[in-house]
Protein backbone atom coordinates (compact mmCIF):
# COMPACT_ATOMS: atom_id res chain seq x y z
CA UNK A 1 0.00 0.00 0.00
CA UNK A 2 1.42 3.43 -0.65
CA UNK A 3 0.10 6.85 0.94
CA UNK A 4 0.39 10.15 -1.37
CA UNK A 5 -0.61 13.09 0.10
CA UNK A 6 -0.86 16.29 -1.49
CA UNK A 7 -0.96 20.18 -0.52
CA UNK A 8 -0.36 23.79 -1.48
CA UNK A 9 -3.37 24.24 -3.16
CA UNK A 10 -5.09 27.27 -3.19
CA UNK A 11 -7.02 30.39 -4.68
CA UNK A 12 -4.05 32.84 -7.07
CA UNK A 13 -4.94 35.44 -8.89
CA UNK A 14 -4.30 34.83 -12.67
CA UNK A 15 -0.51 35.24 -13.71
CA UNK A 16 0.46 33.97 -10.26
CA UNK A 17 1.94 30.53 -9.07
CA UNK A 18 1.64 27.66 -6.69
CA UNK A 19 3.76 25.11 -5.65
CA UNK A 20 1.79 21.55 -4.84
CA UNK A 21 3.89 19.26 -2.87
CA UNK A 22 2.76 15.29 -3.17
CA UNK A 23 4.59 13.15 -0.13
CA UNK A 24 4.58 9.26 -0.43
CA UNK A 25 4.62 7.07 1.99
CA UNK A 26 7.41 5.14 -0.01
CA UNK A 27 10.93 5.94 -1.30
CA UNK A 28 10.38 7.66 -4.65
CA UNK A 29 12.77 4.82 -6.38
CA UNK A 30 10.04 2.81 -6.07
CA UNK A 31 7.85 4.07 -8.60
CA UNK A 32 8.35 3.78 -11.96
CA UNK A 33 6.60 7.08 -12.78
CA UNK A 34 5.36 9.70 -10.51
CA UNK A 35 2.77 12.18 -11.66
CA UNK A 36 0.35 15.14 -12.02
CA UNK A 37 -2.91 15.21 -13.09
CA UNK A 38 -6.14 17.45 -13.24
CA UNK A 39 -9.59 17.06 -13.10
CA UNK A 40 -12.11 20.34 -13.68
CA UNK A 41 -15.72 20.47 -12.85
CA UNK A 42 -17.55 18.35 -16.20
CA UNK A 43 -13.64 17.60 -17.65
CA UNK A 44 -11.63 13.84 -17.85
CA UNK A 45 -8.97 13.91 -15.86
CA UNK A 46 -5.80 14.87 -17.71
CA UNK A 47 -2.56 14.65 -17.25
CA UNK A 48 -0.34 17.80 -16.34
CA UNK A 49 3.17 16.82 -15.88
CA UNK A 50 5.27 13.00 -14.97
CA UNK A 51 8.69 12.61 -14.28
CA UNK A 52 10.37 8.77 -13.97
CA UNK A 53 12.54 6.82 -12.20
CA UNK A 54 15.39 7.85 -13.88
CA UNK A 55 14.84 11.57 -13.78
CA UNK A 56 13.26 12.31 -17.29
CA UNK A 57 10.12 14.36 -17.51
CA UNK A 58 7.02 15.18 -19.49
CA UNK A 59 4.73 17.79 -20.10
CA UNK A 60 1.63 18.36 -22.39
CA UNK A 61 1.95 21.38 -24.51
CA UNK A 62 -1.03 23.47 -22.53
CA UNK A 63 1.10 23.53 -19.82
CA UNK A 64 5.06 23.62 -21.26
CA UNK A 65 6.99 26.44 -19.96
CA UNK A 66 5.03 27.50 -17.58
CA UNK A 67 4.53 23.91 -14.86
CA UNK A 68 7.86 22.13 -13.64
CA UNK A 69 7.59 18.74 -11.68
CA UNK A 70 10.51 18.18 -9.47
CA UNK A 71 11.11 15.70 -6.96
CA UNK A 72 12.99 15.64 -3.10
CA UNK A 73 14.45 12.07 -2.96
CA UNK A 74 15.20 12.58 0.91
CA UNK A 75 12.11 13.46 1.46
CA UNK A 76 9.69 11.13 -0.41
CA UNK A 77 8.26 14.49 -2.14
CA UNK A 78 7.50 15.17 -5.43
CA UNK A 79 7.13 18.79 -6.49
CA UNK A 80 4.69 20.61 -9.21
CA UNK A 81 5.86 24.24 -9.37
CA UNK A 82 2.70 26.25 -11.41
CA UNK A 83 3.61 29.39 -12.84
CA UNK A 84 1.46 32.46 -15.21
CA UNK A 85 -1.54 30.37 -13.63
CA UNK A 86 -4.48 30.70 -15.77
CA UNK A 87 -8.35 30.57 -15.24
CA UNK A 88 -8.22 27.39 -17.49
CA UNK A 89 -5.79 25.76 -14.80
CA UNK A 90 -8.57 25.72 -12.57
CA UNK A 91 -8.74 22.43 -11.31
CA UNK A 92 -8.57 19.28 -8.71
CA UNK A 93 -4.68 18.41 -8.93
CA UNK A 94 -4.02 14.76 -8.24
CA UNK A 95 -0.87 13.16 -7.44
CA UNK A 96 -0.68 9.48 -9.44
CA UNK A 97 2.54 6.71 -7.96
CA UNK A 98 2.87 4.01 -11.01
CA UNK A 99 4.83 1.11 -9.90
CA UNK A 100 7.19 -1.16 -11.57
CA UNK A 101 4.06 -4.43 -11.01
CA UNK A 102 2.08 -1.80 -12.54
CA UNK A 103 -0.21 -1.16 -9.93
CA UNK A 104 -0.90 2.65 -9.28
CA UNK A 105 -2.34 4.71 -6.48
CA UNK A 106 -3.52 8.09 -6.45
CA UNK A 107 -3.27 10.88 -3.93
CA UNK A 108 -7.06 12.37 -2.52
CA UNK A 109 -6.55 15.73 -4.39
CA UNK A 110 -5.83 19.40 -4.07
CA UNK A 111 -7.90 21.86 -5.15
CA UNK A 112 -6.75 25.23 -7.06
CA UNK A 113 -8.49 28.23 -8.55
CA UNK A 114 -7.12 30.79 -10.28
CA UNK A 115 -9.08 33.72 -10.55
CA UNK A 116 -9.24 36.15 -13.29
Known amino acids: QVQLVESGGGLVQAGGSLRLSCESS????????LGWYRQAPGKQRELVAT???????NYPDFVMGRFTISRDIAKNTVHLQMNSLKPEDTAVYYC??????????WGQGTQVTVSS
Open 96 to 105: KADLFNLSFY
Open 26 to 33: RGLFSFKN
Open 51 to 57: ITSGGST
